[in-house]
């Protein structure tokens, strides 16, 4: 019989660091991955690749709240969307723990506050080389970043200037880059944001917790296998097996302990596929809350454009500016950050509209200065994740809090048209932006309001653990996969204390 001392299912930024963490115990671990390894090829940094043939998405499709399919943006292999992710790797807020009121509702607080986690966001980012410097106004007060900050380019620099000369607080965006400048480290390319890295140097599951967990007698990993149920015993109180599709054909694989970590939705989704007698509306699902309260953040790009002025920025994700966090101007809620970011290809912005020349949109592009602007949404229970009688994953998502990110789009169009741009573009994926997905299995002290404990443990059953980012409450305005990181530390911690 396959059995194991742990099952983790799932490489993303939680599977992946909860499995570096357990791999240092005697347990005996297999990690579950429907994806392969990503090859290190030519294409990791070919534009063309990359957002026209989406070489590396996700094949399957999901429906929306109306029924129709769309591609997510989402991607899997080892290291989940962490190998494809920009690394801008931020601790929450002090704030962010706490209930706060926003123009749309209150975003409600955490069952752990700030300095729960502090020690776990310490070894986070030690785990996944972050850089970083003092300088943003609203970070809470912490140790010193382990790696010091990128510089910023010229011409960032010079941006950083003018953005103090408007009374702004630009700081440098923390950054999870290996060896940066090192023989073979991080070469600060303009291929990072949404590609993989060819160089293995960007901090990111797959190369700082997968591969070293690998590297333990106790771990073993199967990829291209898709966990598609959930056992329970017959009490239903305890999970005691995962089927498995391998390569083809059903395995049955029994441990004591299951750590899920398939992603916000692939994770509410498989316990909706899981249900039993016991568990008559999928498992862990007392509260009725598995799936809902999906979040995904509001995220709006922009580009500044000058035609006399070429942009010969490299590696342009350096700059942060988070002024508009806590309160906007002229209003006391929240708006969210602003981030510079990677350079956009000619064949990225082509996707927009695609009959536009290639040569024009290089023009164009080299002339630009990008930006990401990205506010909270707010946890509602009728967005979730649902699964229909095909099997398929729908998502019913009405994104809300949208008139603060139009103050912020509205905010920072005035501070990039100060700065000299002629036009400013935008650009949004609007509600089919999957990438920060988050909230559909929520934890919390109450297992009426909630579906996982503090500790993740599901409150319904007592050898099953969440990990990926379905635990968020509130989506903050930050990146999220710092956050997940330590999480995914602090149980893993608890799971050695506890469990083994
Ligand atoms: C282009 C892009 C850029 C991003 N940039 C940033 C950034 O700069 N900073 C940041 O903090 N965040 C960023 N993100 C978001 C970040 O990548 C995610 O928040 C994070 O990876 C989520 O971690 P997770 O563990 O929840 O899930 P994932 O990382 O998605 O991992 C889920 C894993 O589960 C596997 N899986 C799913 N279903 C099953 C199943 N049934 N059986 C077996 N395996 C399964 C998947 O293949 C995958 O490996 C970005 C995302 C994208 C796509
Ligand atoms: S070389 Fe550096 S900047 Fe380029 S993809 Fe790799 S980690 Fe990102």
Same mark, same amino acid.
């Given at each position: 019989m396959n059995r194991y001392d742990i099952i983790i299912i799932g490489t993303g930024a939680g599977g992946g660091t909860i499995a570096q963490a357990l791999s240092q115990t005697s347990a005996r671990i297999l990690i579950v991955e429907r994806g392969d390894f990503v090859p290190q090829e030519e294409e990791n940094w070919e534009p063309e690749a990359v957002w026209k043939h989406l070489r590396y998405r996700a094949r399957e499709k999901w429906l929306d709240d109306r029924g129709r399919e769309f591609a997510p943006y989402t991607h899997y292999g080892v290291g989940g969307n962490t190998k494809f992710w920009g690394s801008v790797l931020y601790r929450l807020r002090r704030e962010d723990f706490q209930a706060m009121e926003h123009l749309d509702g209150v975003s409600p607080a955490w069952p752990i506050d700030?300095?729960?986690?502090?020690?776990?966001?310490?070894?986070a980012e030690r785990l996944y080389h972050v850089r970083g410097a003092d300088g943003d106004p609203t970070e809470p007060a912490r140790a010193p970043y382990p790696y010091g900050a990128v510089p910023h380019a010229p011409e960032m620099a010079a941006i950083v200037e003018q953005l103090r000369a408007q009374g702004l607080h630009p700081s440098p965006l923390p950054l999870g880059l290996l060896r940066v400048g090192e023989d073979d480290g991080c070469i600060l390319c303009n291929t990072c944001n949404s590609f993989a890295c060819k160089l293995h140097a960007k901090s990111e599951a797959d190369v700082c917790c997968v591969r070293p967990a690998l590297s333990r007698p106790n771990v073993t990993l199967w990829t291209n296998s898709t966990a598609t149920r959930l056992m329970t015993d017959p009490s239903g109180h305890r999970v005691e097996a995962a089927d498995i599709i391998r390569n083809?054909?059903?395995?049955?694989?029994?441990?004591?302990?299951?750590?899920l970590s398939c992603g916000a939705v692939n994770s509410a989704a498989l316990l909706l596929r899981s249900a039993n007698d016991k568990h008559p509306t999928g498992l862990a699902n007392s509260s009725g809350l598995v799936g809902a309260r999906y979040m995904a953040h509001l995220a709006t790009m922009m580009q500044g454009f000058h035609p006399l002025r070429k942009n010969s920025t490299v590696f342009q994700k350096t700059v942060a500016i988070n002024?508009?966090?806590?309160?906007?101007p002229k209003t006391s809620y929240p708006l969210?950050?602003?981030?510079?970011?990677g350079r956009t290809h000619g064949v990225m912005a082509q996707t927009v509209v695609p009959w536009i020349p290639l040569w024009a949109y290089e023009a164009w592009v080299s002339r630009?200065?990008?930006?990401?602007?990205?506010? #909270?949404? +707010?946890?509602?229970a009728s967005n979730r994740v649902t699964v229909d009688a095909q099997d398929r994953i729908q998502l019913h998502y009405r994104p809300n809090n949208l008139a603060a990110h139009r103050r912020l789009v509205a905010e920072t169009k005035r501070i990039l048209r100060r700065l000299g741009f002629w036009i400013v573009m935008t650009h949004s994926h609007g509600s089919t932006n999957t990438t920060h997905q988050c909230g559909t299995l929520c934890f919390g002290t109450d297992p009426r309001s909630s579906v996982?404990?503090?500790?993740?443990?599901?409150?319904?059953? #007592?050898? +099953?653990?969440?990990?990926d980012a379905s635990f968020f409450p509130s989506s903050a305005a930050v990146n999220p996969g710092l956050t997940i990181a330590a999480q995914a530390l602090r149980v893993a911690d608890y799971i050695r204390d506890t469990e083994l």
């Amino acid at each position: 019989m396959n059995r194991y001392d742990i099952i983790i299912i799932g490489t993303g930024a939680g599977g992946g660091t909860i499995a570096q963490a357990l791999s240092q115990t005697s347990a005996r671990i297999l990690i579950v991955e429907r994806g392969d390894f990503v090859p290190q090829e030519e294409e990791n940094w070919e534009p063309e690749a990359v957002w026209k043939h989406l070489r590396y998405r996700a094949r399957e499709k999901w429906l929306d709240d109306r029924g129709r399919e769309f591609a997510p943006y989402t991607h899997y292999g080892v290291g989940g969307n962490t190998k494809f992710w920009g690394s801008v790797l931020y601790r929450l807020r002090r704030e962010d723990f706490q209930a706060m009121e926003h123009l749309d509702g209150v975003s409600p607080a955490w069952p752990i506050d700030y300095d729960t986690l502090a020690p776990y966001y310490d070894r986070a980012e030690r785990l996944y080389h972050v850089r970083g410097a003092d300088g943003d106004p609203t970070e809470p007060a912490r140790a010193p970043y382990p790696y010091g900050a990128v510089p910023h380019a010229p011409e960032m620099a010079a941006i950083v200037e003018q953005l103090r000369a408007q009374g702004l607080h630009p700081s440098p965006l923390p950054l999870g880059l290996l060896r940066v400048g090192e023989d073979d480290g991080c070469i600060l390319c303009n291929t990072c944001n949404s590609f993989a890295c060819k160089l293995h140097a960007k901090s990111e599951a797959d190369v700082c917790c997968v591969r070293p967990a690998l590297s333990r007698p106790n771990v073993t990993l199967w990829t291209n296998s898709t966990a598609t149920r959930l056992m329970t015993d017959p009490s239903g109180h305890r999970v005691e097996a995962a089927d498995i599709i391998r390569n083809g054909e059903m395995v049955r694989v029994h441990a004591p302990l299951i750590i899920l970590s398939c992603g916000a939705v692939n994770s509410a989704a498989l316990l909706l596929r899981s249900a039993n007698d016991k568990h008559p509306t999928g498992l862990a699902n007392s509260s009725g809350l598995v799936g809902a309260r999906y979040m995904a953040h509001l995220a709006t790009m922009m580009q500044g454009f000058h035609p006399l002025r070429k942009n010969s920025t490299v590696f342009q994700k350096t700059v942060a500016i988070n002024d508009f966090y806590l309160r906007g101007p002229k209003t006391s809620y929240p708006l969210g950050q602003i981030q510079s970011q990677g350079r956009t290809h000619g064949v990225m912005a082509q996707t927009v509209v695609p009959w536009i020349p290639l040569w024009a949109y290089e023009a164009w592009v080299s002339r630009g200065v990008d930006w990401l602007v990205m506010s #909270e949404d +707010l946890p509602d229970a009728s967005n979730r994740v649902t699964v229909d009688a095909q099997d398929r994953i729908q998502l019913h998502y009405r994104p809300n809090n949208l008139a603060a990110h139009r103050r912020l789009v509205a905010e920072t169009k005035r501070i990039l048209r100060r700065l000299g741009f002629w036009i400013v573009m935008t650009h949004s994926h609007g509600s089919t932006n999957t990438t920060h997905q988050c909230g559909t299995l929520c934890f919390g002290t109450d297992p009426r309001s909630s579906v996982l404990d503090p500790y993740c443990r599901a409150h319904d059953i #007592e050898n +099953l653990f969440v990990v990926d980012a379905s635990f968020f409450p509130s989506s903050a305005a930050v990146n999220p996969g710092l956050t997940i990181a330590a999480q995914a530390l602090r149980v893993a911690d608890y799971i050695r204390d506890t469990e083994l």
